[in-house]
């Protein structure tokens, strides 16, 4: 079966620092991913998806950045931290075949900004 | 463009009762799918039905039943006899067109008493 790792869980950055987290999918290959930033408030809002290695869409301007090195890994980094990005982020995947398949999420990391 | 409003921020039952979730949506493409995800306070999203453009038959699992109806555009969730392990927030999601992207209502936030 398909399972997703997300980590870490939790993260307490001072502003200016950088960060990188991690995604990988186990039990699938050539997923499409996925990385959501849920702020307080509760909406899920997408920043970035990917197709395949090294594809990498942004949704919104903002100071994080994505990259997929290897098929089933995805990365959120930033090189500054801004007061801003605190929220939970989410990684999520889905297959590839006709039709609008779900999408999996990962447990999440809630990113707090100091 | 594409839009998902869930007008109910929060709603609270006693254990038992029916509660209905209302979800409506706007999108100007033919082909599009629906999704309903629980959102429970470890914080994950748990993925419970998807339904594309082209399939307006209800669907019934267990507990939990769902009514598309084209013409109000909506894509309501009802949970009969709720449980407090429902407890949780609901959220509508769409996605259209060539890209496989959710776009997320607000979320309604479920809490179910004892």
């Known amino acids: ?114 | 463009a594409q839009k998902v409003t869930q007008a109910q921020t929060e709603i609270s039952v006693v254990e038992k009762e029916d509660v209905t979730l209302d979800c409506v949506y706007e999108t100007r493409d033919t082909t599009y799918y629906l999704f309903w995800y629980k959102q429970p306070p470890s914080g994950e999203l748990v993925f419970l039905i998807r339904r594309n453009s082209f399939d307006e038959q209800n669907e019934i699992s267990g507990r939990y039943s769902w009514n598309f109806q084209k013409s109000t555009s909506s894509f309501n969730f009802t949970i009969t006899a709720s449980q407090v392990v429902d407890s949780a927030v609901y959220f509508c999601a769409l996605s259209q067109g060539g890209s496989e992207k959710l776009v997320f209502g607000k979320g309604t936030k479920l809490t179910v008493n004892p």
Request: aromatic fraction near 10%.
């Open chain 1, 1 to 114: 079966s398909q399972t997703i790792h997300q980590w870490p869980a939790t993260l307490v950055q001072p502003v200016g620092s950088p960060l990188s987290l991690e995604c990988t999918v186990e039990g699938t290959s050539n997923p499409n991913l996925y990385w959501y930033r849920q702020a307080a408030g509760r909406g899920l809002q997408l920043l970035f998806y990917s197709v395949g290695i090294g594809q990498i869409s942004s949704e919104v301007p903002q100071n994080l950045s994505a990259s997929r090195p290897q098929d089933r890994q995805f990365i959120l980094s930033s090189k500054k931290l801004l007061l801003s990005d605190s929220g939970f982020y989410l990684c999520a995947w889905s297959v590839k075949s006709p039709g609008h398949q779900p999408q999996h999420f990962g447990d999440g990391t809630r990113l707090s900004i100091l």
